[in-house]
């Protein structure tokens, strides 16, 4: 019984301690994805520096959203994205100010991105 208890406490320990290294650079992104001016997705994700990310929506107004976040300045990060949707594609790549939304609009397809630092 002692031996589990040790086992729990040093895998609790390498948890923590992996979680801390996870929250350097860390990103919450918040998307709007509109064709021909209605919503039909609001995905956010927190997510790491230069790590791509995906979210897939499966439906009638599928999508698959993938982007990078890179850190360029104290106020400017980088964003490129792509999105395939049963309205289109685009993939742009745009320099954001942190908590201001930046929207790209490629014929009746537009995406709204707005990132937050959530950790260093």
């Known amino acids: 019984m002692e031996a589990r208890k040790i086992s729990f406490a040093l895998a609790a320990f390498a948890l923590s301690a992996s979680f801390g290294c996870v929250a350097a650079d860390t990103y919450k992104v918040t998307a709007n994805l509109s064709h021909n001016g209605k919503s039909f997705g609001e995905p956010a994700a927190v997510v790491r520096a230069d790590a791509l990310a995906s979210v897939e929506v ?55 991105l707005t990132v937050d630092r959530t950790g260093s």
């Not at 999508?63 to 792509?82: G, H, S």
């Open 58 to 112: 499966a439906g009638p107004d599928a999508y698959k959203l993938e982007f990078t976040v890179t850190d360029v300045a104290k106020d400017e990060i980088k964003v490129a994205a792509t999105l395939d949707s049963s309205y289109g594609t685009i993939a742009p790549v745009v320099i954001v100010k942190p908590g201001q939304p930046a929207t790209v609009t490629v014929g009746d397809l537009s995406l709204t």
